[in-house]
T-cell receptor
Framework: GQSLEQPSEVTAVEGAIVQINCTYQ??????LSWYQQHDGGAPTFLSY????GLEETGRFSSFLSRSDSYGYLLLQELQMKDSASYFC????????????FGQGTELSVKP | NAGVTQTPKFRVLKTGQSMTLLCAQD?????MYWYRQDPGMGLRLIHY???????AKGEVPDGYNVSRLKKQNFLLGLESAAPSQTSVYFC????????????FGPGTRLTVL
């Protein structure tokens, strides 16, 4: 089977740092993506890690450890607009780029 | 560029009715996908296409059919709707090589009574 585990909810205050973890168990693995979704709207792409290590894009960073089947999304200098759902997704096939999504983590940023 | 658009935005069906959801993209992407999202859950892949004239099954294909007659359009059909198909449907597209970002449409909210 295929499964991705991430926390269902995380709460943090403005200006803080938050880490959203994702562990996965899939039949194939080509990379780990993160998507953001506001209020049930269109998910938007944040990052993709194919190799071990940390990738930084502005306030957001994403980490992958293939040996541990684990990754995380790190959000720094939190802003109210970061309140959203965050999904990790494993690319399980190179043919077609198929993704298996986690159930999502709802991040609430408090003032 | 409009990106990925979906028609309609909302729809209410009765059990047993049929309908087609239309997805269109103007980015010349080869790959297109149909997902469904249920409350508190992630997106689950229904069907996908790696190019014009091709389709393939995803995780949850039962009860759905798709067609990709033109590169820019990907249609999702429900032949006989069931209440279990009440969901939000998202279409996405992606370039074939190099990039891993999927671009999503705004979604279609479907209720089957």
């Amino acid at each position: 089977g295929q499964s991705l585990e991430q926390p269902s909810e995380v709460t943090a205050v403005e200006g803080a740092i938050v880490q959203i973890n994702c562990t996965y168990q899939t039949s194939g693995f080509y990379g780990l993506s993160w998507y953001q979704q506001h209020d049930g709207g269109a998910p938007t792409f944040l990052s993709y890690n194919a190799l071990d290590g940390l990738e930084e894009t502005g306030r957001f960073s994403s980490f992958l450890s293939r040996s541990d089947s684990y990754g995380y999304l790190l959000l720094q200098e939190l802003q109210m607009k970061d309140s959203a759902s965050y999904f990790c997704a494993v690319k399980v096939s190179n043919q077609g780029g198929k993704l298996i999504f986690g159930q999502g983590t709802e991040l609430s940023v408090k003032p | 560029n409009a990106g990925v658009t979906q028609t309609p935005k909302f729809r209410v069906l009765k059990t047993g009715q049929s309908m087609t959801l239309l997805c269109a993209q103007d980015m010349n992407h080869e790959y297109m996908y149909w997902y469904r999202q249920d409350p508190g859950m992630g997106l689950r892949l229904i069907h996908y296409s790696v190019g014009e004239g091709t389709t393939a099954k995803g995780e949850v294909p039962d009860g759905y059919n798709v067609s990709r007659l033109k590169k820019q359009n990907f249609l999702l059909g429900l032949e006989s709707a069931a209440p279990s198909q009440t969901s939000v449907y998202f279409c996405a597209s992606r370039v074939e090589l190099g990039q891993n970002e999927q671009f999503f449409g705004p979604g279609t909210r479907l209720t089957v009574l």
